[in-house]
């Protein structure tokens, strides 16, 4: 209620004040040529700028936005945060009509809010090729203290195209770990007395603890790998308003000098509390007010969470005051300490019936066997007074700016948590770090305790060996939406079964994150959800339409990790040629990879099409000493690891001669074992039936060794069997094997050794395409 009578209050107003109080802005994306690594390539720009131009509003005025796109093929705008009409929302096809090429599409909705927040595409995954940007509206009255203020966008860039990314995640390509220094081989493992943990991993089928996915060569402050701003003098509070627009990079933010004073979460304002080291997951915003010091130029430092990477900036002038560092995290020691801890890991992110969910069993199953009552709120103590995402967003409330409290300031030593050895130490309090108990609503953030309350529980699932993501073991383009109905309180619990963080962001409305606060729990929009643990979410339920919830990791999203939460209400009558399903069934796409080895004793082509639940392959293996073999089949998955096949298999039945080539058809299993073995389990039409085997291990950084193992029985039972001397036989055996060894040369080739009893010894080059 409290939102529709700001809106008729606005309504009012806007009507006796005129267009003097409308903001207009327009936008047009395109293609542009950009250079962010010394490499010149093709990106997407808005205004022809990277990021796009900070859109500056008045709370209480009204936005209108023309966006026009001048590239070859359709996009979209999100406002990031905005509580806006569901039309305006911005994602193709759920809420808005894509802007076709060539077209303007108008965006206009009333600012009933202040605050930091940004807006990106919602189309496939154009985000990451630079098509975002920010908004800062400002507040009627200004409550907080300071001189001047600067935006900041965090952002990462890749040189390749963003839907090679994704390919190369799905295809389980080991570069982008070594490429930047975070892969885990063998040999290193067995140094650190880790191989009972790599053992435990690898029963789970696990290669090690992932932290991020894609290797970066930069990562980017507005736009810059470094940028100073010097315009800014000794002894001014300076308001940074920080948002992480990347496509897939968290940070650790730290601040030079004096320790910053956190003001503003999300957009909404916070008790305001002095915090040096603070993580932000991407699509979060966090203000803050720093003090320019007299002695120098402060230094803020964006660290990638994996430490791979970061960005700075430097605010004033002088010598450079650092920014404290953060270290990298050691990836064996959580190994270790996940081993010690015999955590469970693995949960499915398929399930061979998707339409039966079991969120509370799945949890049961596969979560952390820890008492609940010491994980979420005790709800009972709630007093859910009416406020919600409804809340009055003009902030009267009291946000005098703190004195310094040396109680509250961080001691930088204590930033970097090491052990004697070095290395990071690693066991569950690491999560310590990623609560969200340091913000505190200055005003309860409660909800009418009259109101019903719908419970979900949804359970964060993920597949990092076909790299598929979802909620409940079900990806998108198998889920349905989820209903809720106005004038409820949506309660969600949000149980993190992967070894991944999960920023989960609900569109057009904002959330009280539950944290030890209580009453005054924060509001936010994006909620960071850390490996194996669980965060409950509410707000209250007073919209229209279809919103999407998501993972606001771009290719975790894009593989399936979101969901439609509904209203049931009919779709806008201007989406009528705009079908539902186009979203739904984005994380569904076909990705093609294929790989070719060139060596001195054989030739082997390998060729793979796969979605969700769908595969073709193509295998071919030819032998300079005339053995060949080739096979063609089609595979459905029932499950993450498990599926059927069917296909057609073609082999010399002469060794070292071609004159007689045997086709036939197979059908059988494909089985990803515990230990990460390729298990195939077949029978031809001959009746013959067949076992292969195979596994790949990186022993090196770069060096991987594996092996394949083929035997194949014949009983007789459709041919007459006989020896080579032509003796009559009732069982005849094939053995087929090889082993060999593979060094990492860059994304695309590998050099390669292996011997195969039918082709003999040989070396070469393989090639990813």
């Not at 966090?286 to 990638?304: H, L, S, W």
């Not at 953030?445 to 990092?464: F, H, Q, R, S, W």
């Not at 079900?474 to 106005?486: G, Q």
């Not at 229209?544 to 290719?555: A, N, P, R, S």
Request: contains cysteine; negative net charge; charged residues 25%.
């Amino acid at each position: 209620m409290m939102r529709i009578l700001l809106l008729l209050v606005f309504l009012v107003n806007f009507s006796a004040l005129g267009q003097s109080d409308t903001t207009v802005y327009k936008l047009s994306i395109s293609n542009v040529m950009v250079n962010k690594t010394g490499k010149s390539q093709m990106a997407m720009a808005i205004n022809g700028s990277i990021p796009g131009p900070t859109l500056t509003f008045k709370e209480g005025n009204y936005a209108v936005i023309y966006v026009t796109n001048t590239m070859s093929v359709e996009t979209s705008l999100h406002w990031h945060g905005l509580l806006l009409p569901n039309f305006y929302d911005g994602v193709p096809y759920l809420t808005t009509p894509p802007i076709q090429p060539g077209k303007t599409q108008k965006y206009e909705f009333p600012l009933i809010q202040s605050g930091t927040y940004w807006y990106h595409s919602h189309t496939m995954l154009q985000e990451q090729s630079g098509l975002f940007g920010s908004i800062v509206i400002e507040p009627k009255e200004k409550t907080l203290d300071y001189d001047k203020e600067l935006v900041l966008v965090l952002s990462d860039w890749t040189n390749e195209k963003p839907k090679n990314v994704l390919r190369n995640l799905k295809r389980g390509n080991e570069w982008y770990g070594v490429k930047k220094g975070t892969s885990t081989p063998l040999n290193k493992v067995i140094a650190r007395k880790g191989l009972g943990a790599q053992m435990n991993f690898w029963k789970q089928r696990m290669e090690g603890a992932d932290i991020a996915d894609i290797y970066y060569p930069a990562f980017l402050s507005n736009g810059e790998r470094t940028k100073d701003y010097p315009e800014f003098k000794a002894g001014e509070k300076v308001r940074l308003r920080i948002i992480n627009g990347s496509a897939s990079s968290q940070f650790w933010m730290t601040f030079g000098g004096t320790d910053p004073l956190l003001v503003s979460s999300d957009g909404i304002d916070v008790v305001p509390v002095r915090r040096n080291k603070t993580f932000i997951a991407i699509a979060e915003t966090y203000d803050f007010v720093v003090d320019i010091p007299e002695n120098g130029k402060m230094e803020f430092r964006a660290t990638a969470q994996d430490g791979s990477g970061q960005t700075s900036i430097f605010l004033g002038q002088g010598d450079i005051i650092a920014a404290p560092e953060v270290m990298r995290p050691d990836k064996i020691g959580m190994m270790k300490s996940m081993a010690k801890m015999d955590m469970k890991m693995g949960a499915p992110a398929m399930k061979s019936r998707p339409g039966v969910e079991e969120p509370q069993k799945m949890k049961t199953e596969w979560g952390m066997q820890m008492d609940d009552s010491k994980m979420d709120m005790d709800h009972s103590k709630m007093n859910h007074s009416e406020m919600g995402h409804d809340m009055d967003m003009s902030k009267e409330a009291d946000k005098k700016m703190p004195e310094d409290d040396s109680k509250m300031k961080m001691e930088h030593a204590k930033i970097n948590h090491s052990t004697e050895d070095g290395s990071m130490a690693m066991d569950m309090s690491m999560y310590d770090d990623y609560t969200y108990d340091y913000l505190k609503s200055p005003t309860p953030a409660t909800y009418d305790a009259n109101k019903p309350v719908k419970e979900i529980l949804l359970n964060l699932t993920g597949n990092m060996w076909r790299y598929i993501w979802s909620l409940n073991g079900v990806p998108l383009s198998e889920a349905d939406l989820i209903k809720i109905e106005k004038g409820e309180v949506v309660r969600i619990t949000l149980n993190n079964l992967t070894m991944m963080h999960h920023p989960m962001h609900l569109h057009g409305h904002f959330f009280r994150v539950l944290n030890a606060n209580g009453d005054y729990s924060p509001l936010k929009h994006t909620v960071n959800v850390p490996p194996m643990q669980q965060v409950s979410i509410e707000f209250d339920a007073s919209e229209d339409g279809d919103w999407f919830f998501h993972c606001h990791v771009l290719y975790h999203m894009m593989s399936g990790m979101a969901r439609v939460y509904s209203y049931g209400t009919p779709r806008d009558s201007r989406l009528a040629p705009n079908s539902l399903e186009k979203v739904l069934k984005e994380g569904s796409h076909y990705y093609n990879w294929g790989t070719l080895e060139l060596t001195s004793h054989m030739t082997e082509l390998n060729l793979q099409s796969s979605n969700i639940r769908n595969q073709f392959n193509l295998t071919a293996e030819y032998g300079w000493n005339q053995n060949m073999e080739a096979e063609l089949s089609y595979e459905r998955y029932l499950s993450d690891y498990f599926r059927v096949f069917v296909g057609v298999n073609a082999e010399n039945e002469i060794e070292n001669s071609l004159d007689e080539i045997s086709t036939t058809a197979v059908a059988g299993i494909r089985y990803f074992t515990p230990y990460m073995f390729n298990l195939d389990l077949r029978l031809d039409n001959k009746l013959r039936p067949e076992i292969r085997l195979s596994r790949e291990i990186m022993i090196f950084p770069r060096t991987s060794i594996f092996g394949n193992y083929e035997y194949k029985a014949d009983l007789g039972l459709v041919n007459e069997l006989s020896n080579e001397m032509g003796q009559k036989k009732s069982f005849l055996g094939e053995t087929t094997w090889s082993v060999g060894l593979d060094y990492l040369i860059s994304r695309n080739f590998s050099a390669t050794a292996s011997y195969d009893n039918r082709f003999g010894a040989g070396a070469g080059l393989m090639v990813r395409f």
